[in-house]
């Protein structure tokens, strides 16, 4: 092998590469928290709700878990202007990722609800509470403990792959940064061995954050390494 | 006027009518107890007074107020008067013993906080866990965990108090600083139905004993009448068998 790595135009560049990550990093945050928030809204109609609310979805959860997200996100980037809607790429980027996250949140949270026990539920309602309260302080607390792992490892899929795909529809997060860098000098060996190592040091500080959150919030006995 | 007047109360699961016309009633400050082999209704009764278990007939009173179960505010209704306790403690686990206590009657009834904390500490005193408060309940033991979950239901200032089985998934030596615990409310007053297999607690306690057997109670009366001097020989049977041991 004689490929002579040369990192210093890597280096000269970083600070650019930094806000790439800081992008990421927002991103899967967001789409996390949003898809969060959609996931528990749909487990809980898929666990309470008349049966034209299950299907309904049952069809937004089977149409996202079975199209490759970038299709999704290609849809909203190339359709909402097709309706009249201009919105940014990092706002269509956004919205599908969250989308997306949603339907597959919905899936592990449904697991979640399925598993709380039916006697916790009947000591909330005995206690006078309304359907909200049942959700907020017996199974969300259940659901952060029993599934945590799975929720943790989505995360980490979100921050990771779901928002490299915005490189594909020009966001400048951390891969698109990398491309458009790399693209200038061809030193894209040097590129993706940094940008790689920055995902690490990224995935590392969410687990920790996440861990944390989990931790202070719902007593969860997350392990960090 | 009696405090809780239960009169020809039924209930079924599915086609399978697990309460056959249910009466009994008690007079405020008394202790019912149910008592009768596994399957014949018992938890069942007091899951329906709760409104967890739809009453297909019949009518309940607390203090000569007519209960309907019909809709979510009255099965409310009934649920403010009255407070459960089972088997299993439940407790909320990402909340401290006080914070288990305070929910309901912070977030739910929003009374005042001051008197609310003063009276889950009473509360906390009163079932012996003053130096509980700041714990979780995973660093309690179950018999501690049982008597939070009674504390809780008490924060509530319930009319009626219902106990299924409170200790049967306790060790042993677990059970009678629970049935301790229960003896206090007693002593203080407390009106109780409670199911429990623990039959020298419930001569001890109860005022009357309701024995039940198949959806219908077969013999109701005082627990010496029950215990020495059943009529029926289902009851004599029953009795025979787990007293002996
Ligand atoms: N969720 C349910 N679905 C269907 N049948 C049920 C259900 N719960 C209870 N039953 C039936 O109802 C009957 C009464 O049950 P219940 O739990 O009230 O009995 P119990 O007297 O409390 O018994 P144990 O002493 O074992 O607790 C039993 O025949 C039981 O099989
Ligand atoms: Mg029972």
Redesign the pocket.
Known sequence: MNYRFQFGVVWDNFPELLEGAWLTFQLGCFAFAGGALIGLFCATVKTYAPWPFRLLVDTYVVFITNTPALIQIYFLYFGLPEVGLRWSNEACLLIGLTLNAGAYLTLILRAGFLSVRVTEIEAGQTLGMSLIQQVRYIIVPHIAKSIYPALANFFIVVLVMGTSVGALIGVDELTGQAINLSTVNYRWLEYFTVVAAMYVVLTFIASIGLALLGRWAFRVKARIF | MPHLAVSDVRAK??A?E?LKGISFEIQKGEIAALV?P???????VLRALMGLTPITGGAVEIAGEAMNYSSAREVRAARDRMAIVFQQYNLFQNMTVMQNLTLAPLKIKKWDKAEVTSEARRLLGLVGLSDKADAYSDQLSGGQQQRVALARALALKPQILLLD?VTSALDPELVNEVLDAIRKLADEGMTMVI?SHEMAFVREVADKVVFMDNGQIIEAGTPAAIFDEPKTDRARDFFSKILRH
């Not at chain 2, 596994?38 to 069942?44: A, H, P, Q």
Request: aromatic share 8%; charged share 15%.
């Open positions: 699961y599915g399978l697990v009768g596994s399957g014949s209704g018992k938890s069942t089985e199911v």
